[in-house]
């Protein structure tokens, strides 16, 4: 594409440039030129390099467009949902101001790396040990592994997903069991707002702290689709169900 070259330029203007000035000087010098010619002719091709570089900007990105409006958008909404504190999984730094769990960056060097066996894929791992709340939504730079785990312990909420998951649907009147695998204080919520039911024997009031392990919900009547979510994304106005439903 055109951004591929685009930092060329500046690069290749700043290489070319003296070579420019230093044929200009001596092609001038065989030529006999006055002083002051000569310098104006070294100026003037100074002057069409840089108008020639402006050009090409020009054409390769437009100078009206506002092309970090998608990022703007990624990271305002990642500082919505999370706190100085919390650790946020990305590919390759995108939250900026959180902290990452996982020491290398997903770039090509680093999945072709896990690809041939010289680096194992501890992404899992890390997410479980550091209590890991929201990571950057199912980006296809995660090595295969990482994405799987991923799809199962994360529900997206926009752009980032949150930890939590849909509860199965056993139909009405049975217990729904599920599966916490990163502790967390969770929330469980439906279209219609918070649940009524049962969970672990106990009646919902309200968000709880789950353990790694398996628990039980027993819907109340008429509950569908049910999903446990961070409580900080609920909190924070953040919904999973606009995008189960797609």
């Known amino acids: 594409t055109r951004q591929d070259w685009l ?27 006055t002083p002051g010619l000569r310098s104006r002719a070294v100026w003037g091709a100074a002057v069409l390099v840089t108008g020639l570089e402006m050009v090409a900007l020009w054409h390769g990105e437009a100078l009206v467009e506002d ?33 990452r769990p996982y020491y290398y960056i997903c770039e090509a060097a680093t999945l072709a790396r896990m ?10 791992e890390r997410l479980i040990s550091s209590h890991v709340p929201v990571v950057y939504s199912d980006a296809e730079d995660y090595p295969p592994r990482a994405r799987s785990f991923m799809r199962h312990n994360f529900v997206s909420v926009g752009r980032w997903r949150v930890v939590g998951l849909t509860l199965p649907d056993t139909g009405s009147g049975r217990a729904r069991s599920f599966s916490i695998t990163i502790p967390q204080r969770y929330a469980l919520v439906s279209v219609a707002g918070p649940v009524q039911g049962w969970l672990d024997g106990r009646r919902y009031s309200g968000p709880v702290d789950l ?7 027993l819907p109340a009547s008429g509950e569908r689709s049910v999903v446990a979510l961070w409580t900080p994304a609920v909190e924070r106005g953040f919904s999973p169900f606009p995008f189960l439903e797609e």
């Not at 930092?7 to 030129?33: C, D, I, N, Q």
């Open 7 to 33: 930092p060329l330029v500046p690069m290749g203007t700043a290489l070319f440039v003296p070579l420019l000035f230093a044929s200009a000087e001596r092609t001038t010098r065989r030529w006999s030129w």
């Open 67 to 99: 092309r970090s409006l998608p990022q703007q958008a990624i990271l305002g909404e990642v500082l919505r949902l999370t706190a100085p504190g919390d650790s946020v999984l990305d590919p390759r730094g995108e939250a900026i101001f959180r902290d």
């Open 115 to 124: 690809e041939k066996g010289l680096l194992p894929d501890r992404i899992p």
């Open 211 to 217: 353990a790694a392990g398996l628990h039980s919900y």
